[in-house]
């Protein structure tokens, strides 16, 4: 611990190509050396260092030299911006000349969340010698997010931040003599009307982006060809086994990596690259949303005070890791700490999922009128006897508006959970509800829907919500997941489905920790569209992207002894 710290700022070093890199340090204002923790951001390192997290100026205090840097092409740093590129160079680079400078031990760490949690991993894939640490936040298993490995394209998302990133790249380009007045005008109205832009067709065509200088900002036909650069599936995920460090994961049930969490946290537990990788694996999951600040109101939810970051002392535990691995202290860091949403509680385990569970099956029934709230959906432990098949249409020209979920913030999108009784009320929504319930239910762990679908089009999207229904109605979603038919068994091997013929899909939800009480009622939600959180499957079989017009699809759901859906709760035993 320190009583005064220092900042020096845009302090300049040069990659191996020549770039010049610059970046603030915050450290103890004394002659000492000290262990050090790197951030690395696109986002303006004057904005960086602020994460509820772990801020900078915290480390700083607590004795730790927190250097905050611009990536390549960003800010106050030179060369050009390419987005993941070349970020595990650019990061060794970094790290060794950390390790060189007067103010540091020789120990180095990394932390930071989405876009500067893949950073890590990229780093430290390439193994710099001085990196002991990582601190991924909010952030993907690998290339792809978690959507896009189902198949869909997280369209909200990619336009919102593709629009954000281009605002400094305008700004460079004035710096340069450009007139930039028109493509800064186009950008900052897509910033504004997000929805709207989602809505263009066909997407290959969105205008707003095509003035040279800042084309590479959005380029949809990146997009699909990323897959293409992909050759099996463990390059879905990043290369455990390259990794030699010990990692602090951490995200919010209702972050869009919350599945991405526990991927990366169990198969670092597998195949670390080192004992000390494997051993050193820890994980925080509260009920937050997908950004820096941690807060115990998400959508329309309060979760109690021991939600705020504050009070759930993640700054501390974030301090209490790297004083384990930069300072070679052994404070007690659980393996897995956890909130339970509905008991507003944090628990603590050993590993995930949760050696007690129980897996349940909940099956789907109905008579074939399971359109909306109000139909004759049920949610059951029992199986599915002879049942009519329930049908609806989904017609790209209208789909379910997103309401709240795994969003990013950056957009017109509101995060987390909220009354989903609106979009329940639609007949292209199929809601399957338990009775209400008689004893309390916690559900915590993975979440898996299998169902067994057919579909009128060559391609089409399956939707899943878990939903919390309230005694006075409400009905709050607690996870999601979606699918797309093409993809159904590897978003690397794309084969068309026969019309009419029943599939079974599983789709992942990701992970949850909730406790269902008493008096509630547990529902799931079944459709084809979550726009523009995702975008529009057109129906068509046609690559992303490419379509001015979709066609409306038949769908059916089944659940009969032959084809029984189900999602599989884990329910942990109270």
Not at 121 to 132: C, E, I, R, S, V
Request: charge should be negative.
């Amino acid at each position: 611990m320190t009583n005064s710290i220092r900042i020096d700022r845009d302090i300049p070093m040069t990659t191996r190509d020549g770039v010049v890199l610059r970046a603030d340090v915050h450290r103890p204002d004394d002659s000492e050396k000290h262990p050090a923790i790197l951030i690395r951001s696109p986002y303006n390192k004057l904005l960086s260092g602020s994460s509820d997290f772990l801020p900078a100026v915290d480390a700083a205090f607590a004795g730790y030299a927190v250097v905050v840097q611009d990536t390549r092409g960003r800010f106050a740093s030179e060369g050009d911006y390419l987005p993941g590129m070349p970020e595990g160079r650019d990061g060794y680079d970094t790290v060794e000349w950390i390790a060189s400078e007067q103010w540091c031990d020789g120990n180095v760490g990394m932390m930071g969340g989405s876009y500067l949690g893949r950073i890590q991993w990229q780093t430290a894939m390439d193994a710099p010698p001085h990196l002991k640490a990582i601190a991924p936040h909010i952030t993907t298993s690998g290339p792809l997010s978690e959507t896009r490995r189902s198949g869909p394209i997280d369209l909200e998302q990619s336009i919102s931040w593709f629009a954000a990133m281009a605002i400094n790249m305008i700004d460079k380009l004035e710096k340069q003599g450009r007139d930039v007045t028109k493509m800064r005008e186009s950008v900052e109205w897509v910033r504004f009307n997000t929805d709207e832009v989602c809505r263009y067709l066909p997407i290959k065509d969105i205008p707003h982006f095509k003035f040279e200088g800042i084309s590479q900002a959005f380029q949809p036909d990146r997009i699909e060809a990323m897959l293409y650069a992909l050759q099996s599936e463990e390059d879905l995920y990043w290369s455990y086994s390259k990794v030699q460090v010990p990692c602090f994961h951490a995200a919010g049930w209702y972050d869009l990596n919350t599945g991405a969490l526990f991927t990366n946290f169990l198969n670092m537990r597998e195949k670390g690259g080192s004992e000390s990788a494997r051993d050193g694996q820890h994980v925080l999951c509260g009920p937050w949303a997908h950004g820096a600040s941690l807060l115990a109101f998400v959508g329309g939810l309060h979760f109690g005070p021991v939600a705020r970051s504050i009070a759930a002392f993640v700054k501390e535990r974030h301090i209490a890791f790297f004083d384990k691995y930069l300072r070679g202290k052994d404070p007690d860091i659980p393996a897995v700490r956890y909130f339970v949403m509905g008991r507003d509680q944090w628990h603590n385990a050993d590993t995930w999922p949760l050696p007690q569970t129980d897996w349940q099956h909940f099956y789907l029934h109905s008579q074939g009128r399971a359109h909306t709230m109000a139909g004759d959906g049920l949610l059951s432990r029992d199986e599915p006897g002879s049942e009519a098949a329930d049908i609806f249409v989904y017609d790209p020209r209208n789909p379910v508006p997103t309401l709240g979920g795994r969003n990013l913030p950056t957009g017109r999108l509101v995060q987390g959970p909220f009354d989903q009784t609106p979009i329940e009320k639609r007949s292209d929504v199929l809601c399957y509800t338990t009775p209400e319930l008689k004893e309390d239910i916690e559900v915590t762990g993975p979440l898996t829907l299998h169902l067994f679908a057919s579909t009128s089009a060559r391609d089409t999207d399956f939707t899943a919500k878990l939903i919390n229904v309230y005694p006075n109605g409400s009905a709050y979603n607690v996870a999601e997941g979606c699918i797309r038919a093409k993809y159904r068994r590897s978003v690397l091997r794309p084969e068309p489905v026969t019309p009419g013929e029943i599939y079974e899909y599983e789709i992942d939800m990701a992970a949850t920790s909730v406790l269902f009480r008493r008096g509630h009622r547990i529902r799931l939600d079944i459709s084809s569209s979550n726009f523009p959180r995702i975008d529009r499957n057109m129906n068509t079989g046609n690559p992303f992207g490419v379509d001015a017009e979709g066609i409306a699809a038949l769908q059916t759901v089944y659940h009969q002894p032959e084809y029984s859906s189900y999602i599989d709760l884990p329910v942990i035993p109270t």
